[in-house]
């Protein structure tokens, strides 16, 4: 199995957090499905070997386009390879990927959205493009381009909220929406109508996914740390509520997450 990450050309990393590239010749090995948990981020996804199967958390069972974008903003899915492995995907920013899009972001929440939707024309083409290409190098090229017309085309003026996203990005969801509409000058109806459009959901479901993630990668790196600890230093009120969040956001509890080997997130940091 071959797994890498890439960081995005100096023009894009206001926007895109990472490009990764996975890739597995055996198409006879049975990988289990994956857990990935809600996060909310876009991705774009181009696969160059065999779609994986989705299974979607209502029990809807789902072939992958051969491209696609995705947000999961309120459920876990699985994935499992259904033959060989080749995908080359794009993760965008919280406040990057609306900058890529004629389509509002709302209409990637919890979905699979095929790219033919996004772009019509030019989907065949980037398609056959990157399944022809003699390498990764030349995707990687093909991606980076075509990401740059995209934006050339769709890039909106910068709203203000964008750094409240990042705010509350950085404060790891932890601050309410009044403390965000008094440290920022921005009122609740604005916000709201702002990260909606940007982001597809409220700032105070941004805030729970966001305090959520933190709270995988300070699982992931404090393994010593009991419930009672994570609850606290990651601004649960209690357990009960804590667990009602993992039950949510990744179908399973905290302490299934502690034990799961084959559950994945979009890294915090």
């Known amino acids: 199995m071959v797994y890498r990450e ?7 990393t206001d926007f895109v957090k990472l490009i990764w590239i996975q890739e597995h010749d055996a198409t ?28 979607f958390s209502d ?5 992958q386009p051969t491209s696609f974008a995705i947000a999961q903003s309120s459920k876990h899915i699985l994935i499992q390879p259904a033959g060989k492995i080749g995908i080359i995907a794009v993760r965008f920013h919280p406040w990057g990927a ?3 899009f004629d389509l509002q972001i709302r209409e990637f929440s919890d979905r699979i959205i095929p790219i033919d939707h996004l772009w019509r024309a030019k989907a065949a083409e980037i398609e056959d493009r990157i399944c ?10 093909i991606i980076i381009r075509f990401l740059l017309e995209q934006l050339a085309e769709n890039h909106k003026p910068r709203y203000a909220t964008d750094r409240v996203i990042q705010f509350i990005h950085r404060s790891r969801g932890q601050l309410s929406i009044k403390e965000l509409t008094e440290k920022t000058g921005i009122g609740e109806r604005t916000l709201e109508r702002s990260l909606r459009s ?7 479901h941004f805030s729970r996914i966001t305090r959520f993630l933190n709270t995988c990668h300070f699982i992931r790196h404090h393994k010593d740390k009991n419930l009672t600890q994570i609850t606290y230093e990651c601004g649960y009120y209690d357990q009960a509520h804590l667990i009602r969040e993992f039950k949510a956001f990744a179908g399973i509890t905290p302490k299934e997450f502690f034990a799961s080997a084959n559950t994945s997130f979009s890294e915090f940091e």
């Open 6 to 12: 890439i960081a995005p050309p100096q023009i894009l």
């Open 28 to 55: 006879d090995d049975y990988v289990p499905p994956e857990r990935i948990v809600a996060d909310g981020i876009v991705e774009l996804v181009f696969h160059f070997g065999n779609p994986f199967v989705t299974y």
């Open 59 to 63: 029990g809807t069972v789902e072939k």
């Open 98 to 100: 609306y900058h890529f």
């Open 132 to 141: 022809a290409a003699q390498d990764n190098r030349e995707r990687l090229h």
């Open 198 to 204: 940007t982001l597809g959901i409220s700032p105070k």
